[in-house]
């Protein structure tokens, strides 16, 4: 059993909110989750500072959850500490030369409104990816042809105990849906983007085409985490998942999307276990008639 009394101690002196067995279902984008043994909400760089440094004291797994566009939470949920950052961390603010720096907790969403309404192009790719800044830096999110690693330039952090660092350019190690920060135990608190002078009505016009090619093609109004696996060199995974004979496949509430093979949806009381055969199945499926392996684009976390 995990002893959170120096934990909880420290988070009642630093200020933080605390909350004991707090479902995760409705903080991801899946619903899918059982609760976490304590959900910790932090304002400031100072409240992430004393109490990550408590968790390390105490031997306390934890992760931070953004928005949870890109994860699967067992049904047991997780027994550890989840940190929510809220306050200013989720500040986006205008520097000089066309640079925008954001807080990690701040909506993808927002921070692309806030580029577009002052006339700075790069994030239009952005616009309707559900995540968190944090998040996206993390897996390098992209669509459309962009990625994060085309328009962020620097990463504030914290490590595992509580000190601050930043890395930019190539110890940054961005790749496919990957970064230096994936299994670092490092915590992204800003993230600073580099920009380019545009007009406005024109960034807006190419985020809304974005957005209506999204909403067309992929399953944008059900539960789900984005899109399920990675893309296989010279494949496209929903195409094979597709011509597999999946598509609409569903094992309890998990379904592969009649709209996007490459999306597993919730249609209502999937548990993390459905999602989880689901993805053995298509895994199955796709190696035996194409000898193709997929892989998991989805973090999977909790106990199992």
Not at 12 to 38: H, S, V, Y
Not at 68 to 92: H, I, M, P, T
Not at 263 to 285: E, M, P, R, S, Y
Request: one cysteine or more; proline letters at 5%.
């Amino acid at each position: 059993m995990l002893d959170y009394r120096g934990a909880d101690q420290a988070a009642r002196e630093l200020g933080c909110r605390i909350q004991e067995g707090e479902p995760l279902a409705p903080r991801t984008t899946f619903r899918i989750g059982g609760p976490a043994d304590r959900l910790y909400t932090l304002e400031n760089l100072g409240q992430l500072k004393g109490l990550l440094q408590a968790l390390e004291q105490g031997n306390i797994p934890r992760m931070v959850l953004g928005k949870g566009s890109n994860l699967l939470v067992s049904d047991k949920g997780y027994r550890g500490a989840v940190l929510a950052l809220a306050g200013e961390f989720q500040k986006v603010e205008l520097l000089p030369g066309g640079r925008v720096l954001a807080g990690a907790g701040a909506p993808l969403a927002s921070v692309c409104a806030f580029a577009r309404d002052r006339g700075l192009s790069g994030l239009e790719f952005a616009w309707g990816i559900p995540g968190s800044i944090g998040g996206a830096a993390y897996m390098d999110a992209g669509a459309y042809g962009g990625e994060m690693k085309d328009v962020v330039v620097k990463v504030r952090h914290l490590t595992s105990d509580g000190r601050e660092g930043e890395a930019q350019g190539e110890d940054l190690a961005f790749g496919y849906r990957k970064s230096r920060y994936v299994g670092s135990g490092e915590i992204i608190t800003q993230v600073e983007f580099q920009l380019e002078p545009g007009e406005p009505a024109a960034i807006a016009g190419k985020m809304e085409e974005l957005m209506g090619r999204r909403k067309d093609k992929q399953p944008y109004d059900m539960p789900s985490a984005g899109s399920v696996f990675k893309r296989p060199e010279g494949h496209f995974a929903g195409t094979l998942i597709e011509q597999a004979g999946l598509k609409g496949r569903s094992v309890g509430g998990a379904q592969v999307s009649p709209k996007h093979a490459g999306f597993i949806v919730n249609t209502g009381g999937a548990t993390c276990q459905d999602v989880l055969d689901l993805i053995a199945l298509i895994q199955k499926t796709v190696q035996e008639k194409f000898g193709v392996a997929l892989e998991p684009e989805v973090r999977v976390t909790g106990e199992v």
